[in-house]
């Protein structure tokens, strides 16, 4: 028996409508109170844009095209004849947009389970007797498996067809080039409504929705909406474990978060934008820390920590770990608000890459001081903190106090430095004497590269930070190492051999030509903080795919973690019972 899973996707891959009137827009459809929503606005310019970029270029080059033949030869080859044809049909009906909305938060806790309410909706440009032939292939499949319960009504005059069993409804209607999947039938209906003009007000005229919308790409290959408004409402409605946390945290959330990409020309662009509940304070980023780099600095984060400081002393009320820190900073004399006053605006972390098979980035952070004194006190806990660890070194450079604690690696020798202007943390004293001698200099080699002038002019102007990756650089660095291991991997493996030549692997400097830089642009106003970036990926994306990997990673571990200790339990069994 297929799972419900695997048959709504195969209904959200073949379903498609009949007529040829331009769709309305998919928040049109939604419900206010809808939390989740994502847009997929047209696929097929979407792949014709993604063969423009970067990520285009790189798949046409004749290296990689070589490496790559055997394995796209072998995998086109051992796709079934009957999958293949499926895929021709589709491609035939020319499926465009696509959408997901979640309208209700699900209850994992629920008894029997609870389904969520979800709505999702797939348009077509292709042929209507292609669509109904490719539609009516996919029922005749669904008769029999676990969504066998199948009936039709008639609403209007669009039919709404009906497959559910006790675990899973679906509720499925089509009408103009549009299909639309429910898992509750009143959704379903509701949209239907909504669709003709007879509905009740929708998400499009919610007004977090309209302030979300002005902040999107001019013509984006996708957007993603999340209402915290009502998020927060559902959860606190429910009644949940952390309803009565989220309540004191409320005011410092924003009302929504939407974030809007499009492959434009050879880079990514992306534009994600959180609407601020309350007002934010001014914020005028003037990137004195550029001076910190060097010639070999492949990556910058910069940020202005105005803004941060509203949250302290509020989190500090409701957060544990806020009050804890706080109750430490007031046996030395300090409080929460003394970081505000002793440090900031501009904090920066630099790292540097020089070439070399044995080189390895570095790591330095600064942070500007207001308040010399109180600087010094802060400085004062962190020496005692590293302490802890054994004998501090001490010296002066260029006018600022270094305190290096020893290390058996003399690459990570933690230093701590202060001067009249900065606060300055080094993961050795290395790092730190090195962006010492870049703002001694008088000019920043980051500045002054073209890379890093023409990746900022993608961008909107940055006055509360940025962050910059030279991504040629880190590509040209990881593979020059990484080549050699994939060579060794693939000619040692019996089952990737026969697809991947190891002598094709292609070479750095095929990579590195078409690796854009990366640059994300941090923009503050009055009732809103928006992330504007450009390069081969984007900000929002990234964060989401390191995530999504790091999630992955950690339940890998956690199994691999049970597993072991299962078995070491019943080997310590089976040892006892042998005694």
Same mark, same amino acid.
């Given at each position: 028996?297929?799972?419900?899973?695997?048959?709504?996707?195969?209904?959200?891959?073949?379903?498609?409508?009949?007529?040829?009137?331009?769709?309305?827009?998919?928040?049109?459809?939604?419900?206010?109170?809808?939390?989740?929503?994502?847009?997929?606005?047209?696929?097929?310019?979407?792949?014709?844009?993604?063969?423009?970029?970067?990520?285009?270029?790189?798949?046409?080059?004749?290296?990689?095209?070589?490496?790559?033949?055997?394995?796209?030869?072998?995998?086109?080859?051992?796709?079934?004849?009957?999958?293949?044809?499926?895929?021709?049909?589709?491609?035939?009906?020319?499926?465009?947009?696509?959408?997901?909305?979640?309208?209700?938060?699900?209850?994992?806790?629920?008894?029997?389970?609870?389904?969520?309410?979800?709505?999702?909706?797939?348009?077509?440009?292709?042929?209507?007797?292609?669509?109904?032939?490719?539609?009516?292939?996919?029922?005749?499949?669904?008769?029999?498996?676990?969504?066998?319960?199948?009936?039709?009504?008639?609403?209007?005059?669009?039919?709404?067809?009906?497959?559910?069993?006790?675990?899973?409804?679906?509720?499925?209607?089509?009408?103009?080039?549009?299909?639309?999947?429910?898992?509750?039938? $009143?959704?379903?209906?509701?949209?239907?409504?909504?669709?003709?003009?007879?509905?009740?007000?929708?998400?499009?005229?919610?007004?977090?929705?309209?302030?979300?919308?002005?902040?999107?790409?001019?013509?984006?290959?996708?957007?993603?909406?999340?209402s915290y408004d009502e998020f927060l409402?559902?959860?606190?409605?429910?009644?949940?474990?952390?309803?009565?946390?989220?309540?004191?945290?409320?005011?410092?959330?924003?009302?929504?978060?939407?974030?809007?990409?499009?492959?434009?020309?050879?880079?990514?662009?992306?534009?994600?934008?959180?609407?601020?509940?309350?007002?934010?304070?001014?914020?005028?980023?003037?990137?004195?820390?550029?001076?910190?780099?060097?010639?070999?600095?492949?990556?910058?984060?910069?940020?202005?920590?105005?803004?941060?400081?509203?949250?302290?002393?509020?989190?500090?009320?409701?957060?544990?770990?806020?009050?804890?820190?706080?109750?430490?900073?007031?046996?030395?004399?300090?409080?929460?608000?003394?970081?505000a006053q002793a440090f900031g605006p501009?904090?920066?972390?630099?790292?540097?890459?020089?070439?070399?098979?044995?080189?390895?980035?570095?790591?330095?952070?600064?942070?500007?001081?207001?308040?010399?004194?109180?600087?010094?006190? =802060?400085?004062?806990?962190?020496?005692?903190?590293?302490?802890?660890?054994?004998?501090?070194?001490?010296?002066?450079?260029?006018?600022?106090?270094?305190?290096?604690?020893?290390?058996?690696?003399?690459?990570? $020798?933690?230093?701590?430095?202060?001067?009249?202007?900065?606060?300055?943390?080094?993961?050795?004293?290395?790092?730190?004497?090195?962006?010492?001698?870049?703002?001694?200099?008088?000019?920043?080699?980051?500045?002054?590269?073209?890379?890093?002038?023409?990746?900022?002019?993608?961008?909107?102007?940055?006055?509360?930070?940025?962050?910059?990756?030279?991504?040629?650089?880190?590509?040209?660095?990881?593979?020059?190492?990484?080549?050699?291991?994939?060579?060794?991997?693939?000619?040692?493996?019996?089952?990737?051999?026969?697809?991947?030549?190891?002598?094709?692997?292609? $070479?750095?400097?095929?990579?590195?030509?078409?690796?854009?830089?990366?640059?994300?642009?941090?923009?503050?106003?009055?009732?809103?903080?928006?992330?504007?970036?450009?390069?081969?990926?984007?900000?929002?994306?990234?964060?989401?795919?390191?995530?999504?990997?790091?999630? =992955?990673?950690?339940?890998?571990?956690?199994?691999?973690?049970?597993?072991?200790?299962?078995?070491?339990?019943?080997?310590?069994?089976?040892?006892?019972?042998?005694?």
């Open positions: 028996m297929r799972s419900p899973l695997f048959i709504l996707l195969s209904l959200v891959l073949s379903f498609a409508l009949r007529a040829a009137e331009p769709v309305q827009t998919a928040a049109r459809l939604l419900p206010p109170e809808t939390f989740l929503f994502a847009e997929v606005h047209d696929a097929p310019r979407t792949v014709e844009r993604l063969g423009l970029s970067s990520w285009g270029d790189l798949a046409r080059e004749p290296e990689v095209r070589d490496f790559f033949r055997k394995l796209i030869d072998a995998v086109a080859h051992e796709v079934p004849v009957e999958a293949r044809a499926i895929l021709d049909e589709i491609v035939r009906v020319e499926p465009s947009g696509a959408f997901f909305a979640l309208v209700e938060m699900p209850d994992m806790m629920a008894v029997p389970r609870f389904i969520p309410k979800m709505l999702i909706g797939v348009t077509y440009r292709g042929e209507p007797a292609r669509a109904e032939a490719l539609l009516q292939k996919r029922r005749d499949g669904l008769h029999g498996e676990a969504l066998g319960k199948h009936s039709k009504e008639t609403v209007g005059n669009i039919e709404v067809e009906t497959f559910a069993d006790s675990k899973f409804p679906l509720f499925v209607a089509h009408a103009d080039k549009q299909v639309l999947f429910a898992t509750d039938r $009143q959704t379903l209906l509701d949209a239907l409504a909504r669709r003709a003009g007879n509905g009740s007000r929708s998400l499009a005229d919610a007004e977090p929705w309209k302030a979300a919308e002005k902040e999107h790409l001019a013509a984006p290959d996708g957007t993603a909406y999340f409402r559902k959860i606190f409605a429910a009644g949940g474990p952390n309803a009565a946390a989220l309540s004191t945290m409320k005011d410092l959330m924003p009302r929504s978060f939407t974030v809007s990409t499009k492959m434009d020309g050879h880079l990514m662009h992306e534009r994600a934008f959180l609407d601020s509940r309350i007002v934010l304070p001014r914020a005028e980023s003037k990137h004195r820390s550029l001076a910190f780099t060097g010639e070999d600095t492949f990556a910058y984060l910069e940020s202005n920590i105005a803004q941060s400081t509203l949250y302290l002393e509020k989190m500090a009320s409701g957060d544990a770990v806020m009050k804890a820190a706080a109750d430490e900073l007031e046996k030395h004399g300090l409080t929460l608000a003394d970081i501009e904090i920066a972390v630099v790292s540097d890459w020089e070439p070399g098979g044995l080189a390895v980035p570095s790591l330095f952070v600064a942070v500007e001081v207001r308040d010399a004194e109180k600087a010094g006190k =802060f400085a004062g806990l962190i020496r005692e903190a590293m302490s802890m660890e054994g004998k501090l070194t001490e010296k002066e450079y260029h006018g600022a106090k270094i305190w290096s604690a020893k290390s058996m690696l003399p690459v990570i $020798q933690p230093t701590l430095a202060l001067d009249g202007t900065h606060l300055m943390f080094g993961l050795n004293q290395s790092s730190v004497t090195a962006a010492l001698d870049h703002a001694r200099s008088g000019k920043s080699a980051l500045a002054e590269a073209a890379a890093f002038t023409g990746a900022l002019k993608t961008v909107g102007e940055p006055n509360a930070g940025m962050l910059y990756l030279d991504s040629a650089r880190i590509t040209g660095r990881l593979y020059d190492r990484a080549r050699p291991f994939l060579a060794n991997a693939i000619a040692g493996n019996p089952k990737l051999a026969p697809f991947l030549d190891a002598s094709l692997l292609p $070479q750095t400097a095929t990579l590195v030509r078409h690796m854009p830089p990366f640059i994300a642009s941090f923009q503050s106003g009055m009732h809103g903080f928006t992330v504007e970036s450009t390069g081969p990926a984007t900000y929002v994306t990234g964060v989401g795919v390191v995530g999504v990997v790091a999630g =992955f990673s950690m339940t890998m571990y956690q199994t691999a973690k049970t597993r072991a200790g299962e078995k070491a339990g019943k080997e310590k069994t089976r040892k006892e019972k042998a005694r």
